[in-house]
């Protein structure tokens, strides 16, 4: 490595190994000891909620009550969120 380029494309190289090695290894990790793959959770925390509820063997029930149903609903905020450092 003769000059910054160079170096700048070794390490981006090697970043984006080590981080497809993770990937797969906790893809391997998560399949293998929950037997979900989290590539089908659009998040972490879908994912956290789903191991949870197979742990713990509980089934979620239907809302069939309205007044329920509405303070759920009124709860949820819409719109973007992100984590800025």
Known sequence: ???IRDY???????D?????DL???FRHTMYYT???DYLHFPS???LTLQIALKIT????????DSKIYL?????????LSYVAY
């Open 8 to 14: 700048t494309r070794h390490y981006m190289v090697l």
């Open 1 to 3: 490595m003769k000059t």
């Open 23 to 25: 990937f797969r290894k």
């Open 57 to 64: 063997s509980i089934e979620l029930e239907l809302i069939e």
């Open 44 to 46: 972490l925390p879908s």
């Open 34 to 36: 929950h037997g979900l």
């Open 71 to 79: 303070m759920i609903e009124s709860g949820i905020r819409r719109g």
């Open 16 to 20: 984006v190994l080590i981080s497809a």
